[in-house]
Structure formats: structure tokens, C-alpha cells
């Protein structure tokens, strides 16, 4: 059971062999056993979970059919979800409990999803190791001394754990990609401006996109059909026909042009990584794809380029949290200024203040112009580069990460080290464009390996197209830690 | 040494929108506390900024009523400070494309026109409140105003005196209401003015260090702070004080301004585009519906004022102060089916009699006790000769006070002017009967006895004879 997927969990709901409750509870209870040991989740809220369940059971009783209806999903802790306490990892929002929906959350309760519980994530999503929330680090199920990727690193443990079928998440710099890869299942990006960013709490808001992650693309473009759609309330959302993204999995790659860009394959690159996604281009040339090389001359620059708007976009975006409305207020001051100070320094932890002060300096009088408005001008390079590309290709293809997991503390001491754990996936964001990860292998020591797809703008279609395929053809998305295999329990067999 | 004032305004209007400029929250004044701070204007974490197209189609109307560049592309930028009552921790606001630039405003000082040049006006969302007096030892924070729409309309430094300032603030004051994108309730807030003010040694082309007074909320207070600036500055100055670049608060009780913050202490911003809007692209239809939308504009009605009625630039002026007024005028005109000389007459008491019992009991023209129709009721017996000026002026009083219409009081009263030749005639010769000695004294040459005879005539009519008409009679009568 732990291990169907959303289509066919909701082949067993439908057919009322199983009940949302049941479903939930069988989640929960997977979740309560492994929780201790990975801390993928912040908040398990056990009544409030069986309540939406016992919810989507009644809407199942009354004859209501709809595609995910009573399947349980967990949720980053980056949206709002109302009633729920929401954190974003950060001591700042500890005692936090949101007075709303975000969208993405209302377009999930609508469609008939069960919430499992929050998932745990790098702090204000700015991290690639998990290791900046303030609830503790979650733990890789591959191997518990390894990092689960960031900033989604809950998300992609719990999937990957089988605590949950399946997650939201979100990906500024890679952090849907990343972590995905770094645990073993498929998660999308999509088109900056196909799902709403309204309730999301903002990191760099012309950067952040929320998406899925599951075992699966199918999963995945199940997922997705949900969550993406224009909303009113975010200005920077798009007005699009309403997308079938399932709709094109089974076509087949015959003639399907692959570009390569040198940039990908190039020094950095670790070889297990290089050998597992070598493997892959093999797999898709039998599908009967074509591969072109071609380049993306300004890549290079993408880490610095992020690492000059993202800060700049969050310094202004985490202003909000001052103390005086909710949150962290500390306990002791003099006056205001000592309030904000003495609040903002308990409240934030190492990292997120390392980038409110680059963000505050990029965009302080003299060196706007230097850092600011010169990174804007390459982030169009960057995205004319892709364009470039995308008149000689279908999709692209690379690795996500340079390497498998790390383990706890190789990089934290290192903020550049740990930033190029996101050099593949970071130029994706800054051009808008749509990205996927997919598993393609293991290393030496069992830690997966994931490959990156990335599509031109408004193809997830063609994306989750090219990732079923393979996965139509590869097992590796179906594998599970060894050591988290249980026994569904006799009932549910 | 002779100095020059300098004065450049910046003025903060709300706008007349229902909800607020990026939230759907209402913008009336008034309500409890935080009653109206949505999710959004809280600024909950995720929550993002949507745009109200009323408030770009007030900034278009401005605009064109200014005659200046609408901006076909708006950016809105972030200007980040920390307060407890900028609930973001910054302001989204315009800096570097704005929707107005470079306009201008006639103003009118002692008769003389002046062109004021209006650099630029942009839109941006108001703050809270904070109040300091509620709470012992604590701020309380209102945030019902925080994202209420406002216009920021900036001046260059052209203004030479207070009162040209006044005259600037007055004449912009009546163009927003004027045109309806502002209540120009100052009271409320709604209408708020920092004036910027140097001096120089008169005849010095650079401009000297200017301080900005902040918040003025008054027409009063803007002419007692700046005139208090301008005092200050000359003596630091001839003192041999160098001025520094500062901003300050005026305090109405002490007539003084004194330092808020310095130079020194000035924030960075650290502006960049609020990456949660688009850019706005305004289009040409939208832009020309709100042409079409504008009204006649003030100073258009002056001009046609003084073409079309031969009223004096002065009376034009005064009946275009604000819309209300010139409203007020055209009722009465139209009630009235009058031709120049009506509007004459119709402008004369409105600025006079009208103009100065409602200013005695603070009401606007819209509030007047005498309606349009009312008035030209009244102007009808002055043209008709029904009234002298002294009797319209005892009906004008109790048509105030409520009595009822011009033709019911002289009615009631008895007012009527006396137009009967005849008996007019017979009183004279009763009068100059009574009088002898008056009459001798006029033959020996006393001009003063004839208006005695006047005065006398006067008061056998109670005053309903007409003036004129008694003098012609008692000068043939004294001749004959």
C-alpha cells in the first residue's frame, strides 16, 4: 500500500476498498514510527488530518469523483495551510499558526487531498542541506549520516520514506531538484508563473515556484494538474488555458532532440554522477531520442548572479519579520531599535542572516548599480541563452547535482561549497524556465543520483513526457531504502 | 543683505478609491482600530500585492489635468525601512518610472499668474498609525490606513514665498477635488504637505540648504511654518551658521519647527523593483477614457468666465476656487436664464453676501442654506427693481436664517421697492411741506438739506422707495 501510486491509491478510494481515514491513518502511523529517526516533518497534527480525511470520506460517499480525492499529501512548511502552524523552519515563526490557505493549499483541500503534516525544510528555504532549520536537519533514508538535499529536504525524505505518497515543494535555486535527486524520487519546477505563489512564504519572489515531488513523473503531472493555475491574488501568475499535465506521457521519444550542454559535463562534475547520467542518455538514445550538443555560454555566472538577486529580493521579503504583528518578539529590550535587533538575531539563524546582509548590501546606495542592476543584466543573458539552446533541442538534459549526498557538516562550514551544490539547477530559475529531476542510479554507497530535464518555457508536458518514458523503461524511482521496508499491515494487503 | 526664499512642495493626496491600492480592503476614515487591515495589509507571511486600476486611473486623470507626460510603462519599486506601522518593513511606491511627469500649475499672488512646474507625481501605498497617547508606556499601531492609495505630487522649487506656497497648495488642493482622485479632506489626512524651504542672498543662481518641513496639514500652518523656516534660516545664516540639510517637524502651539532627523540620520532605501508587479503598461484607450471622463477643468472655466460673461479675472477666479463654487454659479445662472449682466449680479453676491456668511459659518457651497435656485429667486427682484440693495440684503438675511424664498419674504415683510410715481410723488409733497426750512436752506445753496429731504422721504416710505427715483422727483419739485 505504501508504496501505490497516486493513481492507484485513488483506484482504491474510488472503489471504496479502502477509506481516506484508513489511507491516513496508515500514513500517520508510518509517519509517527519513522519521524523520530529522519524528522522530515515540523508538525503532525493527528485530528486535524483525520478530520480532512473523514471530510474527503464524505465527498467519496456522496459520489464525488475527482483524480487525487482522499489521497494524503504532505506539505512543505512554507504555505500557509490554515489552521496549521507554519514555520518555515525558523525560530521566527515557531509559534506561528496561519490564519488562511495559501492557493496552492486551497486548490489541494478543494481537490480532496488529505493533509499529512508539514514538512520540514531549510530555514526560509535557504539552504541545499537541510541542515539551517531550526527543528534539526532531516536525515537522508538512504543513509541517516547523509544530507537530504534543501531546501525541500523534508519533502523529498518523506516521499522517499514512503511517509507520505507524495509532496509539495518549492524550488528557488533547486530546491524541489536538488533535494529530489539527493533522495531518490522525481520532483518538477515548474514555469515561473504556473502555480500561484500567493500564501507561499517568499524567499526571492521572481525566483520562486512551487511544485511536486513523488516517486514519479506520472505522480508528478497528477500532482501538478492540481496545483498550477492563475489566481488573481498573485499579479506575477499567469492566465493559461487550463493544462491536462498527463496528457502527453505516452508518446513515444522517437525523434525526440536531447540538447547536452557542454557546460553540464564539464569540471566539477563528480564521475559516479557523470556515469549514472551517461547511462540515461544510452537509455533515451534507445527510446530513440537524438542528442546535439549545445551551450549555455553564461552558466557559469549563475551562481553569483543568484547569489546577488535572491539575497536582495529577501533582505526586503523577511522585513516582515519584525516582531511586532507575530512571530518572535524577544523577551528583553530598551526601546525599538533595540526590539528589532535583539528579535532579528534570535529569530533568524546563520544563514538566513548571511544573506539579508548581502541582500541589504547589493542593494544599498552606491553598489546597486555594481551588483543589482549588472546580475539583472545576466540573468537575460542567462535566459537568452536557454532560448539560444531551445532552437536546437526539445529538452535538455544534465545532471542536478554534482554529486550524491554529502554528509552532515562536509559543506555547512562552507557557504561557496555548499552554494555550487546547486550550479545545474540555479540558471533554470533565473531564466523562468521548467525543471525536473528524476532518479537515474546509485552511487558507490547506495546514495541516488538524480538527472535533470529542463524544458522550455510552459513545457512540463513535454517534460513529464520525457521522464515516464524513462521511468516506463528504468526502475530506479520504484526503489526504497532497504531498511524502511515494512510490511503494510495484514488489512490493507 | 536682501535673501530669497525657496520653496518646492511635495504633497501627499489620498485617493478617492473604495479599496485600498493593493488590497481589497475599504480606505474609509474612522473605523475601529485595525477593522479594516486585511491578511495583505498586515503583511502575513505570503501574502503578495495586487494592483488597483482605480488608483492608476486617478494618477492618468492628474496627469491630463496638468497637462503633463503620462508614463505608458509604471514600475513600482520597494523602499525598504523598519517602523512599526509599515507593516512590511517597506513601502511600495514609484521612484524611477513614475505615472506623471512634468507638468504645471497656474497660481494667481496679488494679480499677478505664475506657472509653478510640477516635476513629478507617483503612486504609492500610506502607512499606518501609530499612536503614542492611548497606551501609558506603549504604541499602539492602527494599520487601517496602511495601503491606502496615495498620489505624491512633487513641485521643482519654484515658489518664492509662503504665500506663494499657499497660493500652489490652495490652487493643487482644488484641482484634486476638482477632478475627483482626492476628498482633499485635510482634517482627515487626506491631503498632507511637506514644504521643502531654503534661502539665498537674492540675485545667487545656486539654491541654498533646504530643510523639509514635514506633514503640514493646514493651508495656515504651511504659510506659519515656512514663514518661521525662512525667519530661522536668515538669522543662522547672518549669524554665521552654516544651514544643515535636515528635516523637520512644525509645532502648531509653539509656531516653531525644530529638528526631527538630520542628514546624517537619512535612511538608504535600497529601492529596487518590488518583484511581486509587473510592470504596468498602460494602454491609449484607457488613458483616453479618462480624457473623456475629466471635467471642465478650473482654469478653463475661469478663462470662459471672463469670456462669456464679461466678469472681472478677479470674480472669475473666485468662482472657480473650487467645484462647488463654480457649480454653485452655474445653477444659479441657468435659474436665473441670465445673460451678463445676471451673471454679474449672480457673481457679486456670491462672492460677497454668500461668500461671507458662509465663511462665518464655516460651510462650503455645497452646504449653503440658500440653494441656487434660492438665490436667483432674490437676484430676480434686484434686477426687477423690486429691491434696493438695502432690502436684498434684509431679504438675503432672512432667506439665511430660513424664513423661506425671496418673493415670500417681501410679501410677508412688505418689502416691496415703492414704484408708483404717483405717491411717491404725493409723499414728497407732504415732506417738502413739512420742511420748509430744509427747502429754504437747499435754495440758499446747502446741498447737505437736500439729502435731509432725501433722508426724510426715505422714512415716510420705510425705506421702500427707490433712492434714485426720489432724488429725480425732489430735484424737479426744488427746481420747478
Known amino acids: ?45 493527528r485530528d486535524r488530518t483525520l478530520a480532512e480525511a473523514r471530510t474527503a470520506d464524505a465527498r467519496l460517499a456522496a459520489g464525488e469523483s475527482a483524480p487525487l480525492l482522499g489521497v494524503p499529501v504532505a506539505h512543505k512548511d512554507i504555505f500557509c495551510a490554515d489552521g496549521w502552524r507554519t514555520t518555515c523552519a525558523s525560530k521566527m515563526l515557531a509559534n506561528f499558526t496561519a490564519p488562511y490557505d495559501a492557493t496552492v493549499i486551497a486548490r489541494f483541500k478543494a481537490a480532496g487531498t488529505v493533509s499529512l503534516g508539514k514538512t520540514n525544510m531549510d530555514e526560509f528555504a535557504m539552504g ?20 537530504p538535499g534543501g531546501s525541500s ?9 514512503r511517509m507520505a505518497p507524495a509532496a509539495t515543494g518549492t524550488d528557488t535555486g533547486g530546491s524541489i531538484r536538488q533535494p529530489a535527486a539527493l533522495c531518490g524520487i522525481s520532483g518538477l519546477k515548474p514555469t515561473y508563473g504556473v502555480c500561484s505563489r500567493y500564501g507561499m512564504i517568499a524567499f526571492a519572489s521572481s525566483l520562486d515556484q512551487a511544485g511536486p515531488m513523488a516517486p514519479s513523473a506520472e505522480d508528478c503531472a497528477l500532482l501538478l494538474n492540481v496545483m498550477a493555475g492563475y489566481d488573481e491574488r498573485d499579479s506575477t501568475s499567469l492566465q493559461r488555458e487550463t493544462e491536462d499535465y498527463s496528457r502527453d506521457l505516452d508518446q513515444p521519444l522517437a525523434g525526440l532532440k536531447i540538447g547536452l550542454p557542454r557546460e553540464f559535463f564539464a569540471e566539477g562534475l563528480s564521475a559516479e554522477v557523470a556515469q549514472a547520467v551517461e547511462a540515461a542518455i544510452a537509455e533515451y538514445r534507445k527510446l530513440g531520442a537524438e542528442t546535439v550538443e549545445v551551450s549555455l555560454p553564461n552558466m557559469g555566472l549563475s551562481v553569483p548572479v543568484y547569489y546577488v538577486l535572491a539575497p536582495a529580493e529577501a533582505s526586503s521579503n523577511l522585513s516582515r519579520f519584525d516582531g511586532v504583528r507575530y512571530g518572535h518578539r524577544t523577551s528583553d529590550y530598551k526601546d525599538l531599535l533595540d526590539m528589532y535587533e535583539k528579535t532579528r538575531a534570535e529569530g533568524f539563524g546563520a544563514e538566513v542572516k548571511r544573506r ?13 548599480d555594481a551588483y543589482y542592476l549588472q546580475a539583472q543584466r545576466i540573468r537575460r543573458l542567462i535566459a537568452a541563452d536557454f532560448a539560444a539552446a531551445f532552437k536546437q533541442c526539445d529538452v535538455i538534459l544534465g545532471p542536478t547535482a554534482p554529486t550524491p549526498a554529502f554528509d552532515f557538516g562536509e559543506k555547512a562550514a562552507d557557504p561557496v561549497a555548499m552554494y555550487l551544490s546547486d550550479i545545474y539547477t540555479i540558471a533554470v530559475n533565473l531564466a523562468g524556465l521548467p525543471g525536473m529531476s528524476v532518479p537515474c542510479g546509485f552511487s558507490g554507497n547506495g546514495r541516488p543520483i538524480g538527472l535533470q530535464l529542463i524544458g522550455d518555457l510552459f513545457a512540463e508536458a513535454k517534460l513529464l513526457n520525457v521522464a515516464h518514458q524513462y521511468q516506463l523503461n528504468t526502475d530506479w524511482h520504484t526503489r526504497m531504502p532497504e531498511a524502511l521496508v515494512v510490511e503494510a499491515p495484514e488489512a490493507l494487503k | 543683505m536682501k535673501w530669497e526664499t525657496v520653496i518646492g512642495l511635495e504633497v501627499h493626496t489620498q485617493l478617492t478609491t473604495q479599496s ?135 513641485s521643482e522649487p519654484d515658489m518664492r514665498s509662503a504665500r506663494e506656497a499657499v497660493a500652489y497648495a490652495k490652487a493643487l488642493h482644488n484641482l484634486v477635488t476638482w477632478i475627483g482622485i482626492c476628498d482633499g479632506n485635510m482634517q482627515e489626512g487626506s491631503f498632507r504637505v511637506d514644504a521643502n524651504v531654503s534661502v539665498r542672498p537674492l540675485g545667487q543662481a ?18 506659519q511654518a515656512i514663514d518661521f523656516e525662512v525667519r530661522w534660516q536668515i538669522e543662522q545664516i547672518e549669524d554665521g551658521h552654516k544651514i544643515q540639510q535636515a528635516t523637520v517637524l512644525f509645532d502648531p502651539d509653539t509656531g516653531e519647527t525644530r529638528m526631527m532627523r538630520s542628514k546624517e540620520e537619512a535612511h538608504d532605501y535600497r529601492y529596487f523593483p518590488d518583484p511581486d508587479l509587473l510592470p504596468v503598461k498602460l494602454d491609449e484607450a484607457l488613458i483616453e477614457e479618462m480624457r473623456a471622463e475629466l471635467p471642465e477643468l478650473p482654469q478653463q472655466k475661469e478663462a470662459r468666465y471672463q469670456q462669456d460673461y464679461g ?128 427747502v429754504e436752506e437747499f435754495r440758499a445753496g446747502k446741498d447737505k438739506a437736500f439729502n435731509a429731504l432725501v433722508g426724510q422721504v426715505m422714512k415716510a416710505t420705510k425705506g421702500k422707495a427707490n433712492p434714485a427715483q426720489v432724488n429725480e422727483i425732489l430735484k424737479r419739485k426744488l427746481a420747478g
Open chain 2, 20 to 154: 485600498k491600492i493593493f488590497s481589497g480592503s475599504s480606505t474609509a476614515f474612522g473605523a475601529a482600530p485595525n477593522t479594516q487591515a486585511s491578511a495583505v495589509d498586515i503583511a502575513l507571511p505570503g501574502v503578495l500585492p495586487v494592483l488597483n486600476k482605480g488608483a492608476i486611473e486617478r494618477g492618468i486623470k492628474f496627469g491630463l489635468a496638468i497637462g503633463a507626460t503620462v508614463n505608458r510603462v509604471n514600475v513600482f519599486d520597494r523602499k525598504n525601512y523598519f517602523y512599526p506601522d509599515l507593516p512590511k518593513g517597506y513601502q511600495i511606491s514609484q521612484l524611477a518610472k513614475p505615472i506623471v511627469e512634468h507638468g504645471a500649475l497656474k497660481i494667481h499672488v496679488d494679480g499677478e499668474e505664475k506657472t509653478i512646474r510640477i516635476t513629478r507625481a507617483h503612486l504609492e501605498e500610506d502607512a499606518g498609525k501609530s499612536l503614542h497617547e492611548d497606551f501609558h508606556g506603549m504604541t499602539g499601531i492602527d494599520l487601517n490606513r496602511a495601503g491606502t492609495p496615495l498620489l505624491e505630487i512633487v
Open chain 1, 128 to 147: 541545499s542541506s537541510n541542515e539551517t532549520s531550526f527543528f534539526g536537519p532531516v536525515k537522508n533514508p538512504w543513509s541517516e549520516t547523509a544530507v
Open chain 1, 356 to 368: 539579508i546582509m548581502i541582500g541589504a548590501y547589493v542593494l544599498s546606495h552606491g553598489y546597486y
Open chain 1, 1 to 45: 500500500m505504501i508504496n501505490s501510486s497516486l493513481k492507484q491509491l485513488a483506484a482504491l478510494l474510488a472503489a471504496k476498498r479502502i477509506s481516506s481515514t484508513e489511507l491516513a491513518t496508515l500514513f500517520l502511523d508510518r509517519i509517527e514510527q519513522l519521524n523520530p529517526r529522519l524528522n522530515a516533518f515540523i508538525t503532525i497534527d
Open chain 2, 311 to 438: 466678469l472681472s479675472a478677479y470674480d472669475a477666479g473666485l468662482l472657480t476656487q473650487s467645484l462647488a463654487q463654480a457649480n454653485y454659479f452655474e445653477a444659479a445662472l441657468k435659474a436665473l436664464g441670465a445673460d451678463a449682466a445676471g451673471a454679474k449680479l449672480a457673481a457679486n453676491w456670491m462672492n460677497g453676501e454668500l461668500a461671507s456668511s458662509l465663511n462665518k459659518a464655516e460651510l462650503d457651497f455645497t452646504q449653503s442654506p440658500i440653494s441656487p435656485a434660492a438665490l436667483a429667486g432674490l437676484l430676480k427682484r434686484i434686477a426687477d427693481n423690486t429691491l434696493s440693495n438695502k432690502l436684498a440684503k434684509e431679504v438675503f438675511a432672512a432667506m439665511w436664517a430660513g424664513e423661506g424664498e425671496a418673493d415670500a419674504i417681501i410679501e410677508a415683510r412688505g418689502l416691496k421697492q415703492m414704484s408708483d410715481t404717483g405717491e411717491i410723488e404725493r409723499i414728497v409733497d407732504d415732506v417738502l411741506a413739512a420742511n420748509q426750512k430744509s
Open chain 2, 206 to 223: 545656486e539654491f541654498g540648504t533646504r530643510r523639509e518641513i514635514k506633514n503640514l496639514n493646514s493651508f495656515r500652518f504651511l504659510e
Open chain 1, 153 to 161: 529536504g523534508g519533502s523529498a525524505a518523506a516521499v522517499a520514506a
